[in-house]
């Protein structure tokens, strides 16, 4: 009997763990397609500070994610604070996909902002990111220096994974999306400008987006 009831209590706890990583998974980003690529497909171009030109890449994600990236609000009197006094408390937490943006650039002055995050007993440095949406309009914001921009680099119909930090990052240009079909692939194959400069104008294919929304 007392077996029995072991078993029940072990089965009950393997049920809920269970559920919890299965939410856990779904909530991190459900648009996870079977071969391990996003089903929405964000395509454009990076230029990091050392190279010369923007590279074209596919697959953009931003820490593993297109959807819900967290940014901080800019401090009103960003220009006389000083880069140890912020605390993340202070500030509002911004969420934003990146179907919304078309351009993100950090900030040519390459300041560093040291937040101290709730929870967290080392401080973080945060750059300040230019972010311009669909409709053309830029609002700066903190970001995490460490943020992971990833994307394949298209090189000669190939694919080859390309991977910076924030810190290393000049400019992101988002050109376009597309969803994936079963196959893996696009509908239609997505067309990179790398001629385009971003911020330098609306693009003929942006539709109109709303702004980052302040996260509840």
């Keep these: 009997m ?3 009831r072991h078993l029940l209590i072990m089965i009950s ?5 269970y559920a919890d990583t299965a939410h856990a998974l779904g909530a991190r980003e459900a648009s996870i397609s079977t071969n391990g690529k996003q ?3 964000i395509y454009g171009t990076l230029k990091t500070v050392h190279g010369k030109d923007p590279i074209e890449v596919d697959n953009i994600t931003i820490n593993g994610m297109v959807r819900d990236i967290k940014v ?6 960003a220009a006389g604070n000083k880069a140890d006094s912020l605390d993340s ?4 937490t911004i969420k934003f ?5 078309s351009c993100l650039v950090v900030s040519p002055s390459r300041r560093r902002w040291t937040l101290k995050r709730k929870g967290y007993t080392r401080r973080r440095d945060y750059l300040e990111v230019k972010i311009t949406n669909k409709n053309n309009k830029e609002t700066s914001y903190l970001m995490d220096a460490e943020t992971k921009i990833a994307g394949d680099r298209i090189v000669d119909a190939s694919l080859v994974p390309e991977e910076v930090s924030l810190s290393g990052l000049e400019v992101l240009d988002i050109q376009g999306s597309c969803e994936r079909t ?3 692939k696009c509908a239609v194959e997505p067309k990179i400008n790398k001629r385009r400069r971003c911020g330098a104008g609306k693009s003929a294919e942006a539709q109109p987006a709303t702004q980052p929304s302040a996260a509840q």
């Design 97 to 101: 996909d990146l179907k919304q943006i």
């Design 182 to 184: 079963e196959t893996g």
């Design 89 to 92: 408390a202070e500030l509002a």
């Design 13 to 17: 706890i393997t049920l809920i763990l």
């Design 39 to 41: 089903k929405t497909n």
């Design 2 to 4: 007392i077996c029995y």
């Design 72 to 77: 901080y609000e800019m401090p009103e009197d």
